[in-house]
């Protein structure tokens, strides 16, 4: 059984960055797609960036785009996100989720929520 869990999360003012991680225990991150999500309080459920199906491609949101980076340490079985000049805006609960790729599922299904593990969440809140 797969267990994702989120770190990183804390105050910043804006235009500072931080970095989460979602770290998994009990799978190889490789077999899965994985994407960072977030909720803010009264706000749908967000996908924030996708990666690791076989299309090869990397979905990123447009409200983060060209702030917000997906990438993976594989020795460490970690993917992370990397957010820079935050807005109060990206204020909200962030985790992580998988989806497993032998079922024939992507980014696009994780992204429609077709979600098989996912973390709690870290909580990142951006306020001057």
């Known amino acids: 059984q797969v267990q994702l869990m989120e770190s990183g999360g804390g105050l910043v003012h804006p235009g500072d960055s931080l970095r989460l991680s979602c770290a998994s225990s009990?799978?190889?991150?490789?077999?899965?797609?994985i994407g960072w999500f977030r909720q803010a309080p009264g706000k749908e459920r967000e996908a924030v960036s996708c990666?690791?199906?076989?299309?090869?491609?990397?979905y990123v949101a447009d409200s983060v785009q060209g702030r917000f980076t997906i990438s993976r340490d594989t020795a460490e079985n970690t993917v992370y996100l990397q957010m820079n000049n935050l807005k109060p805006e990206d204020t909200a609960n962030y985790y992580c989720?998988?989806?497993?790729?032998?079922?024939?599922?992507?980014?696009?299904?994780?992204?429609?929520?077709?979600?098989?593990?996912w973390g709690r969440g870290t909580l990142v809140t951006v306020s001057s």
């Open positions: 989720a998988a989806v497993t790729l032998s079922r024939g599922y992507g980014c696009v299904d994780l992204m429609n929520d077709i979600m098989d593990f």
């Open positions: 009990g799978g190889t991150l490789g077999y899965y797609a």
């Open positions: 990666f690791g199906d076989s299309s090869g491609r990397t």
